[in-house]
């Protein structure tokens, strides 16, 4: 069906055909009836047995295909597991180097490369405290100068 409008149409008439379908042969029947429908639009319409559960009519399916559903999803997650416990890892070493810990097994280029990120961590440290100082010093020489010109009027009111 090419007009989006008259698909969407046919497709909800069906939906509510298939789901009534499903309905009567779990009454009818006894099955166990478990249906996912996802529409053009990713709309998602499911219907399972009251008699049973989704996870246990998915859990049958891979028993009797022998289909493991979830294991390339699982098989995915264990590697981004692994992948963040390495970054960490390396992470946890490198502030136990740069905490001065740990550095028994570095060669000499290694530790030149720590010594020169100390270094430029050192500059801007230095950096913001110079600015930082820089800063109170100019806020407390506009606080003198509004201190004096105060005392000059009051001493000028006084006279």
């Given at each position: 069906i090419e007009n989006s409008t008259n698909r969407?149409?046919?497709?909800?008439?069906?939906?509510a055909g298939i789901m009534k379908k499903a309905r009567e042969i779990t009454v009818l029947c006894d099955a166990q009836v478990s249906l996912v429908m996802f529409s053009s639009t990713g709309k998602f319409s499911e219907y399972c047995s009251p008699s049973t559960e989704m996870k246990k009519i998915f859990e049958r399916y891979q028993q009797v295909s022998g289909?493991?559903?979830?294991?390339?999803?699982?098989?995915?997650?264990?590697?981004?597991?692994?992948?963040?416990?390495?970054?960490?890892?390396?992470?946890?070493?490198?502030?136990?180097?740069?905490?001065?810990?740990?550095?028994?097994?570095?060669?000499?280029k290694e530790l030149r490369g720590l010594e020169q990120n100390i270094d430029e961590a050192l500059k801007l440290v230095r950096n913001r405290k110079y600015h930082v100082i820089s800063t109170q010093t100019d806020t407390y020489k506009k606080k003198l100068k509004?201190?004096?010109?105060?005392?000059?009027?009051?001493?000028?009111?006084?006279?």
């Open positions: 969407q149409v046919t497709y909800s008439k069906r939906r289909i493991n559903l979830w294991s390339a999803q699982s098989e995915k997650m264990q590697n981004t597991l692994n992948h963040l416990k390495e970054v960490n890892r390396n992470l946890r070493r490198e502030v136990r180097q740069r905490m001065g810990e740990d550095l028994e097994g570095l060669d000499i509004n201190s004096e010109e105060t005392h000059r009027s009051l001493m000028h009111e006084l006279n």
